[in-house]
């Protein structure tokens, strides 16, 4: 969960750092450093707190280097201050890191007996000292080995030693000139630039300098030097050119585009994201074939399933949970939805004819991935529905249905979510058309939908309003029922997240069995109340809420003059969506919920991109 970038070239190195780590900022943003290669030795800089404080703290020192690698940290091992952020130091190294050694402190025991001393709590500063302590070795023995060779023979013998997940960043002394990297299931990716080479832990560092990358493969060694880098496999000398990949994200797809900040901006593309997700997709006549051109797919996941699993963490399990409704009634699938975290530590049954489902913004979760890799292991065909169609998690699952949403870069997710749901919703649909259940009426609300947000963003200072009043609240409760209870799930988990204040999401037919008890004049229940089957039951609901002096947020339907009445006349607040269709109203719902967080986030004074203690990229356990 935090962002790495190194440049070798022939420009100076610091102004690339920097902006590859304000860009990586989203994954972690307690701290940063940079270490610079000056003459014959480092030049390092570590600061506590975002990435402008070190930016302010290097402005001026007239470093000129042509080297370097820099980290922005999301803390796991030790506080995070200005000692344990990185890059760390060991003897002739200098090190940055992304991931968890796992095994660090059995290491750390066993170097402290031979004599090696630590000046920070994490597990990086351990990896540092081990590379050192072999090459210091290997050097003793075969001191006839260039320092190159040294270095990578040690780093390899570490590597088998340490037990994690990562990718590093390191240099030597006794090498200069030369970056040199290594992964074991966290991205790395290098790019050939003019005259110089960037690398990073992922592109958006890298995309507003050049659109090849090369994603290293896991195990292999990489060495960039001066415009040019190589790969090697584990144990082989024999140096590979790299094989490069085209992007087709754009640098100018990662600004604020004058919004104050990326979730605003990013709700606000909602629209968009959803028309280009659907685009191509939806039948222009009523027999046409296949919607996601997945006839191998058909064969393989569809044709013969007999349960499906989608797992996913945070927002993205709350888009898996929708579409459990989604795929039982249209496609008529047992469908099951797990928590990744769950799911890879239970002993789930992936019988004959189960297929997986992983669903993930960033592709790089680790517990949806590793619960990918079980699925995988297990024979059980799988599918991916990710965001970035280079990340780790669309690579290795069977078959991809990516969203279009473009980089999301508020640590609140919301346009990926509501690209996910648009990709769940067309799949289930599509899913069930090819078992032969046609629900073309579904389908043509789809249509309707970039227009239906565009109406609904039309009332965003509304919802911003409303939002800012809760600021004084207690708590605030969400609930609903059908597709709505996961929407309530989600609308407290933005809630939370972005403002800090206890919120719980519950099905509003639980209320009575517990949460009720948590309602009185201080608490905001945020009801979700389409006018779907369970409308009904959900104005007992209001009543109940009503009866115990709690203070109510309806959504439901522009139409709905009963609920906008009560709650007009009884002040409360009464938020009307455009009628829709049943599959697309948790689409729609979404966004006063995410409008609401933000209002209250903004009235709170909150940083609405960077929560406190998030990580964009939730790539550690
Ligand atoms: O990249 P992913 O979709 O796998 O991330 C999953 C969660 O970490 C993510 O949705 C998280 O809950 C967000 N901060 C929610 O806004």
Known sequence: MCGIVGYVGQKTAKPYLLD?????????????????????????????????????ATLDSGQRETMGIAHT????????????????????????????????SEIKDRLTKTGVRFSSQTDTEVFAQLIEFHRRKIQDQQPNLSAEDILISALETSMKEVDGHYAILLMARSVPGKIFGVQNGAPLVASPLKGGCLIASDIQAIIPYHNEVCFLPKGE???????????????????????????????????KDGFDSFMLKEIFQQPLVVADTLSGRLPAKEHEPFIWDHQKAHEVLWKNVKKLYLIACGTSYHAALISKYFFEKWAKIDCE??????????????????????????????????????????????FSICNVPSSTIARESGFQYPTKAGPEIGVASTKAFTAQLTVLCTLALDVGR????????????????????????????????????????????????GTMYPMALEGALKMKELTYLPSEGFAAGELKHGPIAYIDKDITVVTLAPKDDWYSKTLSNLEEIRARGGHIIAIGSETDEQIKRQCLSGGDEFIGLPESAWGTQPILSVVPLQLLAYGCAKALGRNIDKPRNLAKSVTVE
Do not use: C
Request: positive net charge; charged residues 25%.
């Open 221 to 255: 060694i990489l060495v960039a030097e001066n415009g040019k880098f190589w790969t090697r496999a584990p144990g082989s000398s024999a140096l590979h050119a790299p094989k490069l990949e085209r992007m087709d994200w754009t640098a100018d797809k990662v600004e």
């Open 434 to 481: 090819l078992r032969g259940h046609l629900d073309l009426a579904s389908f043509r609300a789809l249509a309707r939908l970039p227009h239906d947000l565009d109406r609904v963003l039309g009332q965003s200072e509304t919802f911003i309003k409303i939002g800012e009043k809760l600021k004084d609240r207690r708590m605030v409760l969400f609930v609903g029922r």
């Open 73 to 104: 940290r999301w803390a796991t091992h030790g506080a995070p201050n200005e000692t344990n952020a990185h890059p760390h130091r060991a003897g002739d190294l200098v090190l940055v890191h992304n991931g968890i050694i796992e095994n660090y």
């Open 337 to 382: 939805v797990d928590i990744a975290s769950e799911f890879r530590y239970r002993s789930p049954v992936l019988a004959p004819g189960t297929v997986v489902g992983v669903i993930s913004q960033s592709g790089e979760t680790a517990d949806t991935l590793a619960a990918l890799r079980l699925a995988n292991a297990a024979g059980a065909s799988t």
């Open 20 to 56: 590859g780590l304000k860009r990586l900022e989203y994954r972690g943003y307690d701290s940063a450093g940079l270490a610079l290669f000056s003459e014959k030795d480092y030049v390092i800089k570590r600061n506590a707190g975002p990435v402008q404080g070190l930016a302010d």
